[in-house]
């Protein structure tokens, strides 16, 4: 829990008191919208807040402004304990502690210099005779196994990183390069420790040790891993007769394995580090239903953090240290929101149903904030009627609108219909209700959702996506299609009725090249233990038909151990649609085996 402003302590308390069931403070600013829509936008997407990476000082100022205009458009708070935040706690990457040790044969390297533990390693000890594993690839699509004929049960593995020839990207060992998978394959055969290091040939790589970054996954490896340099795997050939350098080039050379025992020189290995735990907040407000409403309410939604300097989800090729404006993403559908609040706080007639106006945050680490308001909403999920998301809306291109969701619930297609005759933009529908944002989990707990979003445009997830390149009377047009959608649906006599879309696909499932299979299970990417959890099931898919279930958690895929959201990429990596796989899912507390007959992807649908 975070300290919060005095100022804004005494408004929320205020509001709270004064809590009459009608909003209470009009905004009587008379700047015309388009200009405040602007104003908001720069002001979010200003050097100040830094690209309010959510854990940094920037992203909790962007938050308490948005509380201080929620409230002063006359919202009342809806978070924690009568504030206007939600609070909330994640994994933002790892802090090596002070036992990190590692020794062969008796000789101690220097932690930080010599060895260092990968970021996703588990902390542990690890201690015995080492194999040499090669590049520590399977492909058996390529008749290439570096493990073939190699005993590495309870052994510590040795790998060189990338792939035979070096580093190029579109190399035919691309695929196999990423150390989270290699490291995966030796858990996989029983090694009790992987240690990577960068080979003597491989073309433009020194002898350094990878950087200690934490990736996506909030979910170790489940063995410990380290980065070593060439001294430490020099001392570990020590008595084998030959070198790392004369078996990376016979390897090399000959596109074959050459793994290789390494019996006598013993090491110690100690992986000392810890999660960094960061928190986060959510802003509440919200705009209450009249005197006898029906006690269900509609959520509006736009996520208000972005990627800060670039040390993740960045796209641009060397983003450390600058700034990530986001200024389409998302300060243009949090200036959206603002306005639309504005809007429903000012109006004369009664609701039936009252309407949350919710700020989110860790969108940009895996719909973290979405994920939290559904697991711990201010009402039962089951009394939301809808959920409405904006994210990226500020580059609107001859008034052409995508709309998503549209499928969620027979209620949208006449609702739409009718909000569009005044708004006149020209919509581009797509049915289903997943997608790489906020609405996401709300579909996953069965609520129908409508996501609005301008399209996509090369500044996204740039420092160029700045806040002069965001149309404001655009924003203003996607506000002016949404008030009467959210109005209807606040008002329809009856909750809107929910559906599932057929044969839709799970989000962000894009693990590169070879992916060609669809199981239809939706991960749960803010999950913190061990194994892959489901937030929801599409209908008519091959987990459907296997009967995989909301809440399952996948620990097994075949012959592979599942630990986190990587080691499931690869495995589905690895397989043809029609192949059948054996799956173990930790169900109720007991683990359940079920069948899966893996299917052909459906077509991507934006
Ligand atoms: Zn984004």
Not at 50 to 70: M, N, V
């Amino acid at each position: 829990m975070r300290a919060k402003r005095p100022t804004l302590l005494l408004l929320s308390l205020a509001l709270a008191l004064a809590g009459s069931g009608r909003p209470l403070l009009a905004d009587t600013r008379p700047a015309p919208p388009a200009e405040r829509v602007r104003t908001d936008v720069a002001r979010l997407a200003g050097e100040e807040w830094r690209g309010r990476r959510a854990g940094t000082p920037g992203a909790d100022a962007a938050a308490d402004w948005i509380a201080s205009e929620l409230g002063r458009i006359g919202l009342l708070p809806a978070g924690d304990a009568g504030t206007w935040f939600q609070s909330f706690s994640f994994i933002d990457g790892v802090d090596l502690g002070p036992g990190n040790r590692l020794s062969v044969a008796g000789r101690s390297f220097a932690a930080g210099r010599d060895f260092r533990p990968l970021a996703f390693s588990s902390a542990g000890a690890a201690a015995g005779e080492a194999v040499f594993a090669g590049y520590g690839i399977v492909a058996r699509d390529l008749g290439y196994d570096d493990y073939e004929g190699l005993d590495v049960a309870d052994r510590v593995v040795l790998l060189l990183r990338y792939g035979p020839g070096g580093d190029d990207p579109r190399s035919k060992w691309a695929a196999f390069m990423p150390l989270r998978l290699k490291v995966a394959t030796a858990r996989d055969r029983g090694a009790q420790a992987v240690l990577v290091v960068t080979g003597p040939l491989t073309p433009g790589a020194p002898d350094e040790l990878v950087r200690l970054r934490a990736d996506a996954s909030l979910a170790d490896s489940g063995l410990p891993a380290f980065t070593v340099t060439r001294a430490v795997a020099g001392a570990l050939f020590a008595g084998s007769g030959t070198t790392l350098e004369a078996r990376q080039r016979r390897i090399d050379e000959s596109a074959k394995p050459a793994p290789l025992p390494l019996p006598g020189p013993r090491l110690d290995a100690v992986a000392d580090l810890t999660p960094r735990r960061s928190a986060t907040r959510n802003v509440v407000g919200l705009r209450p239903a009249s005197e006898g409403g029906s006690g269900e309410a509609v959520v509006v939604g736009a996520h208000y953090d972005h990627l800060g300097t670039g040390a993740s989800g960045s796209l641009d090729p060397a983003p450390d240290g600058k700034v990530h404006p986001g200024a389409d993403d998302n300060a243009s559908g949090v200036a959206g929101l603002l306005e639309l609040a504005r809007r429903f706080a000012a109006r004369g007639e009664p609701l039936r149903r009252s309407v949350y106006f919710v700020a989110f945050g860790a969108e940009e680490l895996g719909t973290l904030g979405s994920s939290h308001f559904v697991k711990s909403p201010p009402l039962p999920i089951e009394r939301v009627a809808a959920m409405f998301n904006l994210d990226m809306i500020g580059r609107l291109r001859e008034d052409t609108l995508d709309v998503h969701g549209v499928g969620t619930s027979p209620a949208w297609k006449p609702l739409l219909e009718e909000a569009n005759r005044a708004a006149g933009l020209v919509l581009r529908p797509h049915e289903g209700g997943y997608g790489p944002s906020d609405h996401s989990p709300f579909y996953a707990a069965g609520r129908p959702v409508f996501f609005v979003f301008t399209g996509n445009h090369s500044d996204y997830h740039r420092p160029s996506d700045t806040a002069d390149k965001v149309d404001a009377s655009g924003i203003l047009k996607v506000v002016g299609l949404l008030e009467p959608l959210v109005a209807g649906v606040a008002n329809a006599p009856a909750p809107i009725a929910f559906t599932r879309v057929a044969a839709e696909m799970e989000p962000g499932a894009s693990g590169g090249r070879g992916f060609r299979v669809w199981v239809g299970g939706i991960p749960d990417y803010g999950r913190e233990g061990a194994g892959v959890a489901f937030t929801g099931v599409s209908p008519g898919s091959p987990a459907e038909r296997a009967g995989l279930r909301r809440g399952d958690v996948l620990v097994r895929f075949g012959p592979r151990g599942i630990r986190n959201i990587y080691d499931y990429t690869y495995a589905l990596a690895g397989h043809e649609p029609g192949d059948r796989v054996t799956v173990v899912v930790e169900r109720d507390g007991r683990e359940v085996g079920l069948e899966l007959v893996l299917a052909a992807r459906p077509s991507a649908r934006r």
